[in-house]
């Protein structure tokens, strides 16, 4: 079976601070990682994914498949950047996604 | 290409009522999938088309739950006696299918919103 946690519902923090949403993940083989975000009123759409290793907006994820993790990380947050995001993981076999349950990011000015 | 298009966007509907929910993919995208929403969850896999052939369905595809892409393009999810339960974000998304396009993310619609009264 495959899971994904996204451990924090909620995540503040100040304009010009780093940010870090966690991701964690439960896979027996070599998944494929994506973040996805929503911003206020607008579709869910593909923020990065592990396999391109490119910074979107600033931010990047690291795939560690030691500590099957795949954090995002950005160095200064933007209120811009406030946002619903989405870990999502897809397997080898088949083509679903499995997301995790979501991290509000609140960036305060 | 507007992208992936879902009407209707609100469905209000008593319990018990059957609804229909149509999803038009991005043109030339082979794959098309439906996921549902809940407040306050992460969107759940529910059933997964390549062309019109239904692939994949999740043990959350009740018997109550039917969905169609009879001519490739468009589907449709129809819901019958629907449930308090069933009140969801129902979400549609599509990404190509050829194999050089194989790694393609999918791409998702704005969803249509059910509540069962």
């Known amino acids: 079976a495959q899971r994904v946690t996204q451990p924090e519902k909620l995540l503040s923090v100040f304009k010009g601070a780093p940010v870090e949403l966690k991701c964690n993940y439960s896979?027996?083989?070599?998944?494929?990682l994506f973040w996805y975000v929503q911003y206020s009123r607008q579709r869910l759409q593909l923020l990065l994914r592990?396999?391109s290793r490119e910074s979107i907006k600033g931010f990047t994820a690291d795939l560690n498949k030691g500590e099957t993790s795949f954090h995002l990380k950005k160095p200064f947050a933007q209120e811009e950047d406030s946002a619903m995001y989405y870990c999502?993981?897809?397997?080898?076999?088949?083509?679903?996604?499995?997301f995790g349950g979501g991290t509000r990011l609140m960036v305060k000015p | 290409d507007t992208g992936v298009s879902q009407n209707p966007r609100h469905k209000i509907t008593k319990r018990g009522q059957n609804v229909t929910f149509r999803c038009d993919p991005i043109?030339?995208?082979?794959?098309l999938y439906w996921y549902r929403q809940t407040l306050g969850q992460g969107p759940e896999f529910l059933t997964y088309?390549?062309?019109?052939?239904?692939?994949?369905k999740s043990r959350l595809l009740s018997d109550r739950f039917s969905a169609e892409r009879p001519k490739g393009s468009f589907s449709t999810l129809e819901i019958q006696r629907t449930e308090q339960g069933d009140s969801a974000m129902y979400l549609c998304?599509?990404?190509?299918?050829?194999?050089?396009?194989?790694?393609?993310?999918?791409?998702f619609g704005d969803g249509t919103r059910l509540s069962i009264l």
């Open positions: 998304a599509s990404s190509p299918g050829r194999r050089s396009d194989r790694n393609q993310p999918q791409h």
């Open positions: 896979y027996s083989g070599s998944p494929e």
């Open positions: 592990h396999i």
């Open positions: 999502a993981l897809k397997g080898n076999a088949g083509n679903m996604l499995t």
């Open positions: 043109s030339e995208h082979n794959r």
């Open positions: 088309f390549q062309n019109e052939a239904q692939l994949e």
